[in-house]
């Protein structure tokens, strides 16, 4: 089987995991700090908070931006559950905007005519996450406008995107939002194996997620609060405060020394995807499918290369086409094809908080029709010839 996505790990990747084994540190390291500047010197960020994963960066970016009970965090219904729940963890309560039916990301238009109602009904939201999906940049400078009128918070979810450009800069560079949330696991562009990462230009976000990543104790005499009969001054150097709730949300040393060497690969890694999608957008130019499309002032880090069947929707269509055939018979055929996503609203936990199956069209319109080919750094052009060749012949069959 073709897989729709997989890591590449090269020997200097597996020498750099061996070194951090046979090393005195395992967690609480060097390789950490290190792994964070290559995040800062890729993307031009101030600050950068390396975690376990890309749901605890998410869940402490909100927590920084003081989500809480009584606020709303709004996202799109295309995304993974994460770029959702993150509010749900914080007591906030959680809403989706529709997607734009050509980029398939958050609709910028949508999240204007969204905020207009939310304004008269004074339920206005705190935080918005843009997810880019795919590695498709959304229309930042649109969303960032309406941060400015609307007076909310932007979380760039950006799981799928590191590598990838708006407006001429890297994605993470947080010219139009707070925080910018990288992921690395496996599928992703880069890996750490489980992993995730915080990006942000405001040193106060950063030091409170820091703190919040680890128990939310310190060591640093500064972030200290007074104690009555004590002079922390006199303390020992074993001393410590707990001054939040937080979690252990820390990365290891052996997933930072394979982020910091996978890191020296990502302009390989993405040009790589990017010369697979344009010529899958070649060898697919004369089929009955809608391509990728991107906003011109964008560059995507080709996280995922979906196709969206042109389907005859009418049910008493002889030819009528099924996603779920097209699905089945090209992953019989060999082709590790797989689904990005399942709307978030439609899913029961979202269910049983009153949003239904109708709620939002343009998402659920993109769901019944899309499919993701399989695409990553190392697949062959015999691979993706494959995957074409199949392609033509189940579309042809079910035609
Ligand atoms: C993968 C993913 C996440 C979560 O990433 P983890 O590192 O697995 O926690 C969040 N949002 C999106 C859009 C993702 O694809």
């Not at 005499?221 to 405060?241: F, H, N, S």
């Not at 797989?338 to 199956?357: D, E």
């Not at 080919?373 to 189940?394: I, K, N, S, Y």
Request: contains cysteine; glycine residues 6%.
């Amino acid at each position: 089987m073709i897989p729709y996505g997989k890591q590449d790990i090269n020997q200097q990747d597996i020498d750099a995991v061996i070194k951090v084994l046979q090393s005195d540190y395992l967690t609480q390291g060097p390789q950490v700090p290190l792994f964070e500047q290559t995040l800062i010197d890729h993307s031009g960020a101030e600050y950068a908070v390396a975690c376990n994963s890309a749901t605890s960066a998410l869940h402490l970016a909100c927590l920084v931006l003081e989500l809480g009970v009584g606020d709303w965090l709004w996202t799109t219904p295309i995304t993974f559950v994460a770029s959702a729940n993150c509010g749900l963890y914080c007591g906030a309560q959680v809403d989706f905007v529709d997607i734009d039916p050509i980029t398939y990301n958050l609709c910028p238009k949508a999240l204007k005519r969204k905020l207009i109602i939310a304004k008269a009904q004074n339920k206005l939201p705190k935080v918005v996450v843009p997810v880019h999906l795919c590695g498709q940049p959304c229309d930042m400078p649109a969303i960032h406008a309406l941060s400015l009128e609307y007076d909310f918070k932007i979380i760039e979810d950006a799981a799928h995107a590191i590598g990838g450009e708006y407006q001429g800069k890297p994605i993470g560079c947080g010219d139009y939002s707070d925080i910018t949330v990288f992921s690395f696991h496996p599928v992703k562009i880069v890996t750490t194996a489980e992993g995730g990462a915080a990006l942000t230009n405001q040193q106060a976000l950063a030091d409170k997620m820091t703190l919040l990543r680890s128990h939310g104790i310190t060591r640093d005499k500064a972030l200290m609060r007074p104690v009555t009969g004590l002079d922390i001054e006199e303390q020992g150097d074993w001393y410590y405060q707990q001054v939040e709730l937080g979690f252990n949300y820390r990365m290891t040393e052996l997933q930072a020394a394979l982020g910091v060497s996978q890191m020296q690969r990502l302009r390989q890694f993405v040009s790589e995807r990017q010369r697979l999608a344009s010529r899958y957008n070649q060898l697919l130019a004369d089929l009955p499918l809608t391509l990728p499309k991107q906003l011109e002032t964008t560059n995507s880090a080709w996280h995922l290369y979906v196709i969206g069947l042109q389907l005859d929707d009418s049910a008493f269509s002889q030819n009528r086409l099924s996603q779920n055939k097209v699905f089945r018979q090209l992953r019989e055929l060999g082709i590790g094809v797989n689904l990005h996503y399942i709307p978030v609203h439609t899913q029961p936990y979202y269910q049983a908080m009153g949003f239904a199956v109708g709620d939002y069209p343009a998402a659920e319109h993109y769901y019944q029709h899309a499919i993701s080919l399989p695409l990553f750094h190392g697949m062959t052009e015999a691979q993706q010839d494959e995957v074409v060749t199949a392609l033509r012949l189940v579309l042809i069959k079910v035609y």
